[in-house]
């Protein structure tokens, strides 16, 4: 909690600006949990320094811009930008080897799932500005989707959550959890839903040169 009571003084101090500069600098893999900085943007306004909905839309705009930021620079700059130092730090060979394998195996379905990995997410979106694996407008799409989910959650704890704080710490332990869960979730739907789609293109396939067959039989039929 040390680390959000900084954000906290920070925050009540300089307001929107602050925290739409930090989650921006979050986007950009600084070593600042977006969750924390969220929750610490919706904590000033249950303490009177702000508006919780403003701050909804602060935290999206913030998180939105450090996003595409990243996205765009990889998409200007391709496989160069693994020689700016800071993204060599984010980004080693090895894990974009990692990532681009992710994208055969997922997809773009990775651009939504990799709002809620910290760990790769800048990787992520660097890799698919720079390798061109999906436009511009259907990754601000996924991501927004996404960030639409996590952003209120994490605001609007704060916001309830700013004069409890052994309440709020609680429930961010169980928010992070939660969206654990969610994504687990997501996955199975997913997995579900593309192994019957599968199946059933299989079973369309198997049962097309049967219909073709009977079809040429009855003519033989006819004809004789």
């Known amino acids: 909690m040390e680390l959000l009571n900084s954000l906290v003084d920070?925050?009540?101090?300089?307001?929107y600006i602050a925290v739409f500069l930090a989650l921006i600098l979050c986007g950009a893999g600084l070593p600042l949990p977006e969750d924390i900085t969220l929750v610490a943007g919706g904590i000033i306004t249950g303490l009177g320094?702000?508006?919780?909905?403003?701050?909804?839309?602060?935290?999206?705009a913030g998180v939105l811009m450090g996003d595409s930021t990243m996205f765009l620079l990889g998409r200007h700059f391709g496989g160069r930008i693994m020689r700016w130092r800071f993204v060599a730090r984010l980004l080693t060979p090895e894990r974009y080897a990692k990532v681009q394998e992710k994208f055969e195996k997922y997809g773009n379905r990775l651009m939504f799932v990799a709002r809620f990995l910290p760990g790769m997410r800048t990787a992520v979106f660097i890799t698919a500005g720079a390798t061109h694996r999906v436009g511009f407008l259907r990754f601000?799409?996924?991501?927004?989707?996404?960030?639409?989910?996590?952003?209120?959650?994490?605001?609007?704890?704060?916001?309830?959550?700013?004069?409890?704080?052994?309440?709020?710490?609680?429930?961010?332990?169980?928010?992070?959890a939660g969206l654990w869960l969610a994504i687990g979730a997501a996955v199975i739907v997913v997995g579900v839903l593309w192994w019957r789609r599968k199946h059933t293109e299989r079973r369309c396939g198997q049962e097309?040169?049967?219909?073709?067959?009977?079809?040429?039989?009855?003519?033989?039929?006819?004809?004789?």
């Not at 920070?10 to 307001?15: K, P, T």
């Not at 989707?145 to 052994?166: D, F, K, Q, R, T």
């Not at 097309?208 to 004789?224: A, H, T, V």
Request: aromatic letters at 10%.
């Open 10 to 15: 920070v925050f009540g101090r300089n307001g």
């Open 49 to 60: 320094y702000g508006d919780v909905h403003t701050m909804v839309g602060v935290g999206m």
């Open 140 to 176: 601000l799409l996924l991501d927004g989707m996404a960030a639409a989910i996590s952003v209120p959650i994490w605001v609007y704890l704060g916001y309830l959550g700013a004069h409890n704080h052994e309440w709020l710490a609680m429930w961010i332990r169980r928010g992070q």
């Open 208 to 224: 097309q040169p049967q219909k073709n067959l009977s079809s040429r039989l009855r003519g033989n039929d006819e004809r004789s």
